[in-house]
């Protein structure tokens, strides 16, 4: 069938990039969407039929992605974002609002086909909370009031413009912070290869092509004690060491850009004003284990720092740092970026590689692990864009430099998504090891409205919440561990004294119970029967006997689903439960201790 | 061979030495100790995904699934701990969350996994008190039901319908909680309809519209027989409830087909209660068919053949069998033909060339016809011919196994793009009909082969000379000397090379070895062949006509002259298989055992109402030459087995005078007496009464005889597919249910 000019080309230019077709599945599903709105049935058969599938096998993925549509939505699709971070901030009445405003409910359409709505999880704007996306453009620090204009724009047919960059990205630099991958943040025309050369962009790849062997990059790495940055911490030199040398099959370097855990934006950044500065952490990674072929997996809602990636990847090939022969070493790199379409489950690694092959986001039974068997079975490095961006500092400044900057074992610095109730929520670029109290009162401006501090989830939603006595802490991957915690992906979410505990554990299980992936029993049923209960129990229809229950049906899911994403819900839902089960019991007479008397039971 | 390296690890204190590679799952079951699992399932790809099989291993942080752990040297495992025993018991809480407890309705329950596993390890009261999931039940196809609440999400249908039939037919909808299981049509399914997909669910999601809400599991007895339609000799276990059968299916997984029954074994057994069914005789009095008793029937023919025989000799009587009768019947038929008629006007249906098989494969022919595991463990596998996918669902499914199991290649040749193209090493198209010229071309390097086809076969024919120990599959393409090319071909292989030659209906190959053919008598040793005459003359009680009879054809040609007068028909109909405008005028009598009225029947002076496979005890052997027993299931008043009928018509006619009855009162007896006197058929007792598949050993004597060319006319496929079946099918109105019957047809 003839399509429009721009999807055939963005079809044809899709196909070269993957050498099995099956890849480019999502992507052409997306791009399908932007062009008709959906996904209609003729269009699934087209791309069944171009890819060699049948056409079972592209709708199973399609329904899979949350993003992908199979019926038209309204023109103007307005994605409201409930989740943690924003839901301290007045999502949720934004969200009330939005439904009010428009005369339609979650995933329904007005009457005129303008608008469409649907409340969504984690979008990573949670510096900028709350945050509201209206088809790709993303409009931050909004209240019903300014939602209200820019709705008004979109009825009047304009196209209101979006927030320039993600809110809190671009602040005065406190003066504890360690910029060293977000030093160039700020600089005019940062993601243009010129500016980032002017400032020692691509000195380290220089320096890897020319002075160093596959081997001593991987040992600096090992030296540097950076470790992985998506959340696991796990050593990148030593992930990278693993690769086997001699396998004759090609290999992959994946940079993860799945960003979703809840509570983190900092790859957003990363990528959208220094998208060379990955490029070139990508390309040394696959100087050292001998890979010709880089991916980035970027969520489908970041559809602009996509596009912003492709053009630094478009001028790094232009300007030789990419592609046959880089700098005269001799050695060939290519890199292309892929998009998903709404899956916080792919943002774990294997879930990631089926769904970079075009399948469900499923995850793969490990061992083997990727290092041996990952992207079309072959070798394959994969690591969060953070851990990547660190890389050419690492090289160009030492590993001992790098080290250095942390305490022991947990080199460098760290990207800390600072959101909820803090008076200036940002991105803040600290040393590892940085005390959480002194984050949040000194770098974060102190808790909003003088309340005093609850708790603190200090590294994404999944983490479990500490305590406000507990926060006296170094924010370093061991320190957390030992307090009973995880460093996580750096998204600290602060909350007062106000927040409801079991409200927060019931928004928190909401999400895993949207996301988990269906694959494994306990996780499958264990989050949705979770999220049930707490809905029930904060509605006040609460029993005594369900405070174990939520305690022990999150236990069961732990250490026992297939990939960590039962683990997931359950540490944050387990650890609110043993620490705040006054709040629990506060519950049992009816209704929401912390709601206000004029709302009535059972919202 | 190298010697295969083993691995010694423990499992509840118990030391288990297993082949390295072993899952833990797998050597627990196999040393008696249960490991519960959902969505393990043998020759399917791992899931790891209901996490019913987690298991305690020292040093492990956590628990381990043992579907996907493999055991190793020094590894301890433990299956028995509390640690073990509470997750289980967790896993099903989580599972019963959303399952409806609708056990009581269910067809399933007393044959549920879930309810099994609950009763055995699960929780005795429930803590949900939520409200359920559901959704309606969904119709898929007549014969498939989806009823999502039910459904664990194992994905055994969707692997099975991927990975085992290569139809990919099921798939996942939605994520997470909300995750099902989806046709590949939207709202219903186009596949083969074979309910693989319902076999191995677990639980009452996937249920048959064949046997829903019609009874429960226990109150049916179960009989172990072979399905009666192709050729391929599944086993099928029939459901049997007040003399009417309720289900066939092969839940126990045994015989050769293991799991597998197509669309015909699983839904094609309602011809036996066919409202059309024969159940009294019928004599032709003043132009039509009139209602008789069985002792006048059974008189008249007697004295009609008497008649003819005195009148026109023995050889103005033709005898046609069946393809579908048992080795016992067909026996019988044609000792009566031969030793009491005294005629070698004896053939049948003859869908593929089994005579030049064997004797192509002369003395080692035993050795050289593969069975069907082994071609389901075979490395390499050459098929020229045919279609299994449609023709011989069986043989296809062994051979996607040996290519999933074992790595092994395909090559095909065939005039159309097969199915099964899609899993080939090579496939090279040919020109209609020649077949036999590429037979020639691989044995001797000579015919006339288009030049793009010369290139693939020499490519294809320089990938089979590097293959070991291939098993070479070919269908009725192949007669004659095109055999006798394919086993020189065959022979140039290196290691043990062997064949399958594939003909159609349960019993094809069983009518061919039992001699049903003008020139051989029992175990393919000729007519001509004095010794072997006088051998079953001996046995039989008379002495054996020399001279070659006629074939179907020659039979029904020679009737049209009027040279021959009588014709008698056992589960054929020949009217319509050879012919050009039915009855011959020539015909003065004609009589046929038959299950239905057809254009033979109709068209007969008497009619015998006979019992179906599904009602008969006795063996058939499968086209790859395996022998299994035949179990009575059921009767259906007024017929008659065939066995009894010919074996009653014996004494009838003996006491007509025309030769001496046949003492062999039971197919027992009769099979003690093929065992003993049929070449080949030398096959354990035991093994037959344990329900095995026993391969027969024919040996060709190798008397000079040369293998003629076979016209086409007298041995050929009817080339039925997976929804038709000979005169079954087109009783079968449970596969003409389907909709991909409707447009087959």
Not at chain 1, 302 to 327: C, P, Q, S
Not at chain 1, 391 to 414: C, D, F, H, Q
Not at chain 1, 569 to 586: D, G, L, N, S, Y
Not at chain 2, 93 to 100: D, R
Request: glycine share 10%; net charge neutral.
């Amino acid at each position: 069938m003839t399509l429009p000019p721009r999807l055939e080309n963005k079809f044809s230019e899709l196909l070269k990039r993957y050498p099995v077709k099956r890849s480019a599945l999502v992507p052409m599903l997306l791009y399908t969407q932007d062009v008709f709105g959906y996904i209609g049935d003729e269009m699934v058969a087209e791309i069944a039929r171009r890819l060699d599938l049948n056409t079972l096998q592209v709708t199973e993925t399609l329904v899979y992605y949350s993003m992908l549509r199979r019926e038209p939505a309204g023109r103007c699709h307005v994605q409201v974002c409930t989740n943690i971070a924003c839901k301290l901030r007045g999502g949720e009445k934004l969200w009330e609002h939005a439904q009010k405003r428009l005369g339609v409910g979650h995933k329904q359409t007005s009457a005129d086909g303008v608008f469409s709505l649907e409340e969504v999880e984690c979008i990573g704007a949670c510096t900028g909370a709350p945050a509201v996306q209206v088809n790709y453009d993303f409009h931050e620090n909004l209240t019903p009031e300014k939602l209200d204009k820019i709705l008004d724009e979109f009825q009047a047919g304009r196209k209101p413009s979006p927030a320039p960059y993600i809110i809190g990205s671009i602040h005065e630099r406190h003066p504890a912070e360690a910029p060293v991958i977000s030093r160039r943040f700020g600089i005019p025309n940062s993601r243009k290869i010129d500016v980032y050369r002017k400032h020692e962009g691509y000195q380290a790849l220089e320096k890897a092509l020319n002075e160093m062997t596959p081997e001593s990059i991987i040992e600096e790495v090992k030296k540097s004690n950076l470790r992985g940055r998506g959340g696991a911490g796990f050593p990148a030199g030593m992930k990278w060491s693993f690769v086997p040398k001699d396998s004759p099959k090609p290999k992959y370097i994946i940079a993860n850009a799945d960003e979703s855990e809840p509570g983190t934006c900092k790859d957003r950044p990363l990528m959208e004003f220094d998208p060379h500065q990955l490029i070139e952490g990508m390309v040394i990674a696959g100087r050292s284990v001998n890979s010709y072929q880089g991916y980035i997996y970027v969520r489908g809602e970041y559809r602009y720092v996509l596009d912003i990636m492709d053009e630094a990847i478009r001028e790094a090939y232009e300007h030789g740092f990419l592609g046959k022969n880089i700098l005269g070493s001799g050695f060939n790199f290519d890199l292309c970026t892929h998009t998903g379409a709404g899956a916080y489950e792919c943002g774990e690694e294997s879930a990631l590689m089926e769904s970079l092959e075009g399948k469900r986001g499923y995850p793969r039974i490990r061992p083997p692990f990727p290092a041996v068997v990952g992207l079309y079975g072959c070798p394959t490095v994969i690591n969060n864009v953070e851990t990547l961006s660190s890389v050419p500092s690492v090289i160009l400044k030492g590993a001992e430099w790098y080290a250095n900057l942390g305490p022991a074992r947990n080199g460098g610095t760290r990207l800390f998504c600072i959101s909820g109730h803090v008076n200036k929520p940002g991105i803040y670029e600290l040393p590892m090891g940085f005390n959480l109290l002194r984050m949040i009162n000194e770098v974060a401006g102190g808790v909003r409205g003088g309340k005093k501090l609850k708790a603190v989830v200090p590294g994404g939603s999944s983490t479990p919440a500490l305590k406000a006595e507990e926060c006296d802490i170094p924010m370093d991957f061991d320190s957390l561990a030992k307090a009973g915690s995880m460093l996580g992906s750096g998204g600290v979410v602060v909350l007062d004294e106000d927040t409801c505990m079991v409200d927060f554990a019931r928004r928190i299980m909401k999400f895993y119970a949207h996301e988990s992936c269906g694959w494994c029993i306990p996780c499958r049923e264990g989050t949705s029967w979770i999220k049930k209960i707490l809905d029930r129990f904060h509605a006040g229809g609460g029993r005594a006997e369900d405070i174990p229950l939520i305690d022990e049906a999150a236990k069961n899911m732990f250490g026992r689903t297939f990939c960590p994403l039962g683990d997931a819900a359950a540490m944050p839902t387990m650890a609110i439960v043993k620490k705040w089960r006054h709040e629990f019991e506060e519950h049992l007479n009816g209704r929401c201790p912390y709601k206000p008397l004029d709302v009535p039971v059972g919202v | 061979m190298p010697e295969q390296k083993t691995v010694t690890f423990t499992i509840n204190e118990r030391k288990l030495t297993v082949p390295a590679g072993t899952l833990v799952i797998e050597a627990a079951r196999r040393t008696g100790i249960e490991v519960p699992a959902f969505c393990y399932y043998p020759g399917l790809s791992l899931q790891a995904a209901c996490r019913m099989c987690l298991v305690e291993v020292e040093k492990a942080p956590k628990l381990q699934t043992a579907c996907t752990l493999v055991a190793a040297d020094g590894m301890v495992v433990r299956t028995d701990t509390p640690q073990v025993h509470k997750a289980r018991k967790d896993m099903l809480e989580f599972l019963l969350t959303n399952h409806p407890l609708d056990c009581p309705v269910c067809d399933k329950g007393g044959e549920c996994e879930l309810q099994d596993m609950t009763f055995r390890y699960g929780l005795d009261k429930s803590r949900f008190v939520e409200e359920k999931l559901h959704s309606p039940e969904q119709a898929w196809s007549p014969v498939v039901y989806y009823d999502a609440p039910r459904c664990i999400l194992c994905f055994r249908c969707v692997r099975v319908c991927d990975e085992g039939m290569d139809v990919k037919a099921l798939g996942v909808g939605q994520r997470g909680v909300l995750s099902v299981i989806i046709p590949n049509r939207e709202d219903h399914l186009e596949c083969e309809e074979c309910g693989m997909c319902i076999d191995v669910c677990p639980v009452g999601a996937l249920t048959s519209g064949a046997y829903r809400y019609k009874t429960r599991p226990w109150e049916m007895k179960y009989v172990p027989t072979v399905c009666a339609h192709c050729s391929n000799g599944c086993k099928t276990t029939l459901g049997v409830r007040n003399n009417e059968i309720q289900r066939a299916n092969n839940r126990d997984l045994s015989g050769i087909n293991k799991d597998f029954l197509c669309v015909k074994g699983r839904y094609g057994f309602d011809f036996v209660h066919h409202p059309d069914r024969l159940k009294q005789p019928l004599v032709r009095r003043n132009g039509t068919l009139q209602i008789a008793s069985w002792e006048d029937a059974l008189a008249e023919v007697a004295a009609r053949l008497k008649t003819v025989r005195d009148a026109h000799g023995p050889d103005a009587i033709g005898f046609i069998g069946s393809n579908r009768t048992t080795n016992e019947e067909n026996y019988l038929l044609g000792r009566l033909a031969r030793g009491l008629v005294g005629t070698n006007n004896v053939d049948h249906h003859r869908t593929a060339d089994y005579g030049a098989l064997v004797q192509a494969l002369g003395e080692s022919a035993g050795a050289a016809q593969a069975g069907m595991e082994q071609l389901g463990a075979a490395k390499a596998i050459l098929l020229i011919g045919n279609d299994p996918t449609n023709q011989n669902p069986l043989v296809a499914w062994q051979i996607r196994t040996a290519i999933r199991q074992n790595g092994a290649r395909l090559y095909v040749v065939n005039t159309e793009e097969i199915k099964l193209k899609r899993k080939a090493a090579q496939f090279v198209r040919v020109a209609s009909g020649a077949e036999a010229l590429i037979a020639q071309w691989l044995a001797t390097g000579e015919g006339d082969l288009e030049l793009d086809t010369s290139v693939e076969m020499m490519q294809l024919r320089g990938a089979m000379e590097k293959e070991r120990d291939a098993v070479i599959v070919f269908g009725a393409e192949l007669r004659g000397a095109a055999i006798e090319h394919v086993v020189k071909f065959g022979a140039s292989l290196p290691g043990q090379t062997r064949y399958i030659a594939l003909g159609d209906y349960a019993n094809s190959r069983g009518a061919s070895d039992m001699g049903l053919l003008p020139d051989r008598l029992p175990g393919y040793v000729w007519t001509s062949d004095a010794a072997a005459r006088d051998a079953f003359g001996k046995l039989w009680g008379a002495s054996l006509p020399e001279k070659t009879g006629l074939d179907s054809r020659q039979m029904l040609a020679a009737a049209a002259r009027g040279a021959l007068k009588a014709l008698y028909v056992v589960g054929a109909n020949p009217f319509r298989t050879f012919g050009a405008g039915g009855r011959p005028a020539g015909l003065d009598w004609v009589v046929v055992q038959e299950m239905f009225l057809t254009e033979t029947s109709r068209d007969a002076d008497i009619v015998l109402p006979a019992a179906c496979a599904y009602e008969k005890d006795g063996t058939v052997t499968n086209t790859a030459g395996e022998v299994q027993l035949l179990r009575r299931g059921l009767e259906t008043m007024g017929t008659r087995t065939d066995f009894d009928i010919l074996r009653i018509l014996s004494h009838q006619l003996s006491k007509a005078g025309v030769g001496r009855a046949i003492p062999l009162r039971t197919p027992e007896a009769a099979l003690d007496e093929i065992r003993r006197s049929v070449r080949g058929y030398g096959v354990s007792l035991p093994g037959l009464l344990a329900g095995g598949a026993e391969r027969t050993a024919p040996l060709a004597p190798a008397n000079g005889h040369k293998l003629i060319d076979v016209p086409a006319e007298s041995i050929f496929s009817p080339r039925d597919t997976l929804f038709t079946s000979g005169t079954l099918g087109r009783y079968c109105t449970m596969i003409h249910s389907v909709p991909e019957a409707k447009s087959e047809s």
